[in-house]
């Protein structure tokens, strides 16, 4: 059995891993907009919300330090899991030219990765999203993630 401070070491180890996977990409960091989903989910449910850290450990930490797997790929199936607790629904990438395909792992960092809940009156939630969106990517995530159906004149 591991101690905390062997988790807090492996944690450390993942961190650093994503960092240095970012700044070798210039992705965007996932991590601030699943923190946000974290908290509005112990909000909702404190159990589904324990079961999710719990798996933190095992599909984060575990696989990147111990398995050496890419944090970017990491991170955003952690993300694809995270949304489906939330909302139960399917996840889909959105191409340069705004067509939808079903995800399918290995999530890449250069891919539109959206969470499209069951609940047609839920919104969309944003997994992935490239560093330079395309203009139909964009539209994409207003329309279901925002909700708008139009675009703002700049």
Same mark, same amino acid.
Do not use: N
């Given at each position: 059995?591991?101690?905390?401070?062997?988790?807090?070491?492996?944690?450390?180890?993942? #961190?650093?891993?994503?960092?240095? @996977?970012? !700044?070798?990409?210039?992705? &965007? =960091?996932?991590?601030?907009?699943?923190? %946000?989903m974290l908290r509005v989910l112990k909000l909702a449910s404190e159990p589904d919300y324990d079961v999710v850290v719990e798996g933190f450990q095992t599909s984060v930490v575990r696989t990147?330090?111990?398995?050496?797997?890419?944090?970017?790929?990491?991170?955003? #199936?952690?993300?694809?899991?995270? @949304?489906? !607790?939330?909302?139960?629904? &399917? =996840?889909?990438?959105?191409?340069?030219? %705004?067509?939808?395909?079903?995800?399918?792992?290995?999530?890449?960092?250069?891919?539109?990765?959206?969470?499209?809940?069951?609940?047609?009156?839920?919104?969309?939630?944003?997994?992935?999203?490239?560093?330079?969106?395309?203009?139909?990517?964009?539209?994409?995530?207003?329309?279901?993630?925002?909700?708008?159906?139009?675009?703002?004149?700049?």
């Open positions: 059995m591991e101690t905390p401070q062997v988790k807090a070491e492996h944690r450390r180890e993942a #961190e650093a891993r994503m960092d240095e @996977a970012l !700044r070798k990409t210039g992705a &965007r =960091d996932p991590r601030e907009a699943y923190r %946000g990147i330090v111990e398995e050496g797997a890419d944090p970017l790929s990491v991170w955003l #199936e952690f993300g694809c899991g995270l @949304a489906e !607790r939330m909302s139960p629904g &399917r =996840d889909v990438v959105i191409d340069a030219t %705004g067509r939808a395909t079903s995800f399918s792992p290995p999530p890449s960092w250069q891919d539109l990765i959206l969470h499209l809940p069951s609940d047609r009156r839920s919104k969309g939630v944003v997994i992935g999203l490239p560093p330079e969106p395309t203009s139909a990517q964009q539209a994409s995530v207003v329309l279901l993630v925002d909700g708008r159906v139009r675009l703002q004149q700049p």
